[in-house]
C-alpha cells in the first residue's frame, strides 16, 4: 500500500511540475497586462548582446488591437516615454512597445540613426541593416501577442525620427501602417549628389524605395518651438546646416523638397506635415499631441 502510495504522490508531483512549466513558458512567450520587457536575441549590431524590448500593454487590450512602436532619441531609454503614455495607452487602447538600440550593441549613429547601411565607407550586408532589425521584433510582438493583423505605428523621436524616416527607403519591408517621424535633427535628403547618410549619393537602394516611400501613410510632425540649435548633441557640419539651422526649418524643408521630388517623378505623395503649437523638443508631449491623427 505504501509503495503504491509513494508511486502515485511521484505521479502526482511530476504532472504538476509539467503543467507549471507550461504556464511559464506561455507566460514567458506572451505580453502580459501591465509593464514588462522581455530580451529579443538578434545578431545584428556589433555583438550579440539581445535586445530589450520593453512594453505597457493596457487591461483591455486584446489581440488584433493597434500597437503604438515608440523609437528613442539619443539617450536611448525607451521607459520614460512609456511611462508618460501609460495612461493615454489606457484611454485609447493600444500596446506601446519600445525596443532599446544600446550603445554597446549599436554604437554611434551609423548603427543606429542611418541603420548600419554604410560602416566605413562600404554598404553592409542587408541582414545587418538596424532597419531590418525592427521588422524582426514587430514580427515577434505580433507572434506573441497572436495579433498578426494589427494595425501598426511608428514614433520616432529625435535620433529615432532620424532613423525611422530612413527606414522608408531601406527597411525590406514596410512593416507600419503609419510613420510618424517627430523632430529629426538631420533628414536623408532626396538629392543624388550629396553623399549618404545626409542625400541618396552611393546608396542605390534608397533611390529604388523612393516611390514605396512617398507613398507610404507618413507624418513628418515638428515641434513650433524646436528651434534650438546651441544644445549639447545638436548635428552641425556644414552639409547639415545646409538642411536648415534648426529642426524646424530642416523638417521643412525635407517635407518640401520630398514633395517636389514626388512631383518630379510623378508618383503618389501620402505624406502630411503637422507642426504642434507651443511644443519644443519633447517626446510625450509630441506624441500626445499627434493621437488625435491616429486613434
Known sequence: MNKFFRFCTSIFVTIIIFVASINFSSAAENLHTGTGVYKFADSSGVNDDPINVYYYRPKNWKKGDKIFTYFHGSGRHSQGFIRGMKALADKKNFLIVGPEFTQAKFPGDRSYNYGRVRIKNKITPKTEWTYNTVNRIIDDVKSRTDSPNSNV?????????????????????????????????????????????????????????????????VIILLGENDVKNTARGFPKSKIIDGQGLNRLERGKNFFAKSKAKAEEMGVEFNWRLITVPKVGHSSVRMAKNVLKYIY
Do not use: C, W
Open 153 to 217: 505605428v511608428f514614433f520616432g523621436h529625435s535620433a529615432g525620427s532620424q532613423f525611422i524616416h530612413r527606414y522608408l527607403f531601406f527597411a525590406d519591408k514596410i512593416k507600419a501602417d503609419k510613420i510618424i517621424a517627430a523632430n529629426a535633427g538631420t533628414y536623408l535628403m532626396p538629392d543624388e549628389n550629396i553623399r549618404f547618410p545626409f542625400g541618396l549619393k552611393n546608396v542605390p537602394t534608397a533611390k529604388k524605395n523612393l516611390k514605396r516611400a512617398y507613398s507610404s501613410d
